[in-house]
């Protein structure tokens, strides 16, 4: 099964958006079925709540034309903010995954 493995990704800078439109052709010419997120998602301090406005920055924006999941684990970046609201955001995004077990 073809998949993505990245990481260091939730940047919301012009490279980030490079990435991802890399990532819709090797969707399409590779038959990718799912992303994993080695942490990092998103840059510099995480997150504060489950709506803070970096899941749109960092995440839905730059990956609005990827329609397959992305399985992620947490990087030091990412502990830097609530750890708990990335997980949380599994419910409201069903384009995110982020287990706490």
């Known amino acids: 099964m073809n998949c993505l493995i ?3 990704f939730g940047t919301s800078d ?3 958006y490079k990435v991802a439109e890399s990532m819709v052709s090797l969707i ?3 038959g990718i079925k799912f992303i994993c997120g080695l942490g990092d998602n998103i840059y510099d301090n ?3 709540s489950v709506h803070d406005d970096k899941f749109k920055t960092h995440f ?3 990956y609005k034309n990827i329609n397959k999941k992305f399985y992620n684990c947490l990087g030091n970046h990412d502990y830097r903010g609530i750890i708990e ?3 949380k955001y599994s419910n409201k995004n069903p384009q995110w995954e982020l287990k706490d077990n």
């Open 28 to 30: 399409k010419d590779k």
């Open 46 to 48: 995480g997150v504060r």
């Open 85 to 87: 609201h990335q997980i």
């Open 14 to 16: 012009k490279y980030q």
């Open 60 to 62: 839905e924006e730059p």
């Open 6 to 8: 990245i990481g260091d």
